[in-house]
């Protein structure tokens, strides 16, 4: 198959970015200004930030907006098998015309300048969707939040923060503090702000940042609480009582993801169809995805099939509860990790549910963890662990030996991307 245009033009952009990877936002304000500040001419804007469930929060919210009748942009990263899948124009990925021609654009107006690939192409998605009518637009941030490519709008509509943990500490410091207040500076002066469940020194950093912008903050714990009762989500705020479907998102963690989507909903005052719509019409892949058919279901029939790509240990801890949540089965993991992340720190909570790990390295990937350091770390925390070539050996391994098994392949999107790329 010959290479998409796209992809040729993201290749070149690869090439621009700084040999040092620092977070500064000069080179998204020169481009921004270079294409005539399309960051102003946005639709409403919805910004995320946070450590877990940023991706499946905006995907709610993009549901319940849509099922309102709504126009929707949306913004996200990383992508799972296409980088189309990261620019969504009024509730539809982004054409590979489209796509080629505000590349191609972009490319032109920097000239030749050093930027990051995440950089230039966030400077493309905002261009891409100032340029199309919509109703409102998701920003979802990279990394961090202060210095994020995607923190340019001067007058959001509202934040977002989701749940914070440790993660990415080489560029946002080592404790929750400091990494707090990064995702913080999201927080613009008056705008509102979702903030989900989160440790308590988190907490405090965001309500300081709040408290000297003004912003008021819509907090769980103090502003709304949601919860699982005999199968339906009940969500509780000061104007009443929701009580609605579960999310259509597998697991348990998604509860307080759907809780903040429901606040901003609420906030922006939209009514039943919008918050019924954002639990049952919501979609988000590689996250705790059943995987019901394709060639590897083929290969292993009656094995219950999950992908998941999450990645650090908050992550590993919301698998294992939905695991144990689970009806009972010998489960098996197919895991390959970044060598940038805590594997021991996401492997330990899951060791309680698995039965036995098989470690990959992934394809394709230069910063993959080695399956061997993979598995070396999986017996530090207590789990039996082996390795093999690939996802498809080592399903086929497992099959053979326990052929009505659950089996989650898991520990990185970049995996969870390859994964679905293969199954097309």
């Known amino acids: ?17 700084p040999k040092v990877m620092d977070l500064v936002l000069d080179r998204v304000w020169r481009l921004l200004a270079a294409l005539d500040h399309p960051e102003n001419d946005l639709p409403p804007v919805i910004h995320l930030a946070g450590t877990n469930g940023k991706g499946s929060t905006q995907a709610m919210i993009r549901a319940g907006l849509e099922a309102a009748g709504k126009r929707v942009h949306a913004y996200t990263s990383p992508h ?10 009024a509730g539809e990925l982004i054409s590979e015309e489209a796509l080629t021609a505000i590349l191609d654009e972009c490319y032109a107006a920097n000239g030749g300048e050093q930027i990051t690939y995440f950089e230039i192409t966030t400077c493309a998605g905002l261009l891409a969707m100032a340029r199309t009518p919509a109703d409102f637009t998701l920003l979802e941030t990279g990394l961090g939040g202060r210095l994020d490519a995607t923190n340019v709008v001067e007058k959001p509509e509202m934040t977002v923060i989701t749940p914070i943990s440790i993660d990415h500490e080489q560029f946002l410091g080592n404790t929750l503090a400091k990494i707090a207040g990064e995702k913080a500076g999201i927080i613009k002066r008056g705008v509102p702000c979702v903030v989900g469940p989160q440790p308590d020194e988190a907490l405090e950093v965001i309500e300081a940042r ?17 919860y699982e009762e005999r199968g339906h989500l009940i969500y509780q705020d000061e104007r009443g009582l929701l009580d609605l479907p579960l999310p259509n998102l597998p697991g348990a963690h998604q509860y307080q993801n759907a809780g903040a989507a429901l606040a901003v909903l609420r906030h922006l005052d939209f009514g039943e169809t919008a918050y019924e719509g954002a639990m049952t019409d919501a979609y988000w892949p590689a996250r705790m995805q059943r995987l019901r058919e394709g060639p590897l279901v083929e290969i292993a029939p009656d094995v219950e099939l999950w992908l998941d790509g999450g990645h650090n240990p908050a992550a590993g801890e919301a698998l294992a509860k939905h695991l144990a949540g689970l009806p009972e089965r010998p489960t098996y993991l197919i895991c390959g990790m ?33 399956a061997d350091e993979t598995a070396k770390m999986a017996r530090s925390v207590g789990m039996t662990a082996e390795t093999a070539d690939d996802v498809t050996q080592a399903l086929a391994d497992i ?3 326990n052929p009505s098994a659950r089996v989650l392949i898991c520990g990185s999107l970049y995996l969870a991307g390859h994964v679905l790329r293969e199954i097309g």
């Not at 296409?82 to 620019?87: G, K, L, N, T, V």
């Open 338 to 370: 970044l060598n940038t992340k805590d594997a021991t720190g996401y492997m330990r909570p899951l060791a309680a549910q698995a039965q036995q790990l098989t470690a990959i390295s992934i394809p394709g990937e230069a910063n993959t963890l080695p």
């Open 80 to 89: 799972l098998a296409r980088f189309h899948e990261r620019i969504r124009l």
């Open 399 to 401: 099959a053979a030996s």
């Open 210 to 226: 709040a408290q000297a912008l003004g912003a008021p903050l819509i907090a769980h714990g103090q502003h709304w609480h949601v």
């Open 1 to 17: 198959m010959s290479q998409a245009k796209s992809d040729i033009i993201l290749d070149r952009m690869m090439a621009l970015h």
